[in-house]
């Protein structure tokens, strides 16, 4: 099956700089492709090339195996999209304002306003001028936008941006849905490997504009590094026990033992054992794993030019 969005080597420089270098990516139907990268690692760019915002200094995006022209409006009919604060009209209302977009939308389904405000939890501020609302639900009308047509595709900058946790969960299970039970493909970029990593079955982690791993969700978890942490009351006497054995382990900053010997990782148990049958039983051990914001550090400092 050919992807439904695809981006090849597609670049963007500005006079000097290069904003975006080099990118090509893939994304099947139904997928949530997360793109991460701190700010200015050029999502936005990304994405505003994607939906003929900007155009590319080189490369090329597709949707639906149809390259992305400026000029192309009838390609934007499958596609919802939200970049960068979402615009409304302040002096409308958000029923208004949805109801103006339903109409320039050509959406015929008189219902579909009042189905989105329940879908984003917006019903109750359905006569609020939009002006007038937080920024959590400015965010909540731009992504009502977005969904209003039920499109195939959703292309989103920051989705969350501004919202509080009840809505970020709120949104997340949300997007979920449309995925998994209704085919939708989605494109989201955030800074928070922590959000998407929830949500995503493949994420891209972009840095200074080049696209340095993609990850699948189903192998994310071995890419974390673990370490088994142990505390005993005497401690070094426990160290030297523990590279007598053969584990080469080290005091981490909180003056604990740590190690990251494979056997020890699998069999926590046995290093447990072996403390206590050589007298020294440990006051803590435990099985740590690396979060996911020092993974996504790790990476891009580890590539960082
Ligand atoms: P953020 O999370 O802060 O929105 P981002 O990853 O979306 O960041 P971009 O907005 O794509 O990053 O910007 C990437 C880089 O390109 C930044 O250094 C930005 O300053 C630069 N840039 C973006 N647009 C232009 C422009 N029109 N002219 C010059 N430089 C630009």
New binding site residues.
Partial sequence: MDPVIQLSQLS?R??N?S??EDVSLEIEKGEIYGFI????????????MLLGM?RPSHGSCSIQGRKIELSNHSMWANVGSLV?TPYAYPELTVKENLEIFRQLRGVSDADAVHQVMEQLKLTGYADKKAGKLSLGNTQRLGIAKALLHKPEILIL??PSNGLDPTGIIEVRELFQHLAKDLGVTIFM?S?LLSEVAKIATTIGV?HQ?KLLQEIKADGFKDLLRKRLVIDAREKDRAMTELNNAGYSAVFNKDGRIETTADYALQYPDEISRYLVSSGIPPTHLALEEEDLESYFLRVITQRKE
């Fill in positions: 963007k500005y006079k700089f904003a975006v990268g701190l700010n200015g690692s050029g999502k936005t760019t990304t994405i505003k900007v960068e900058d920051e970029s800074h972009i504009g």
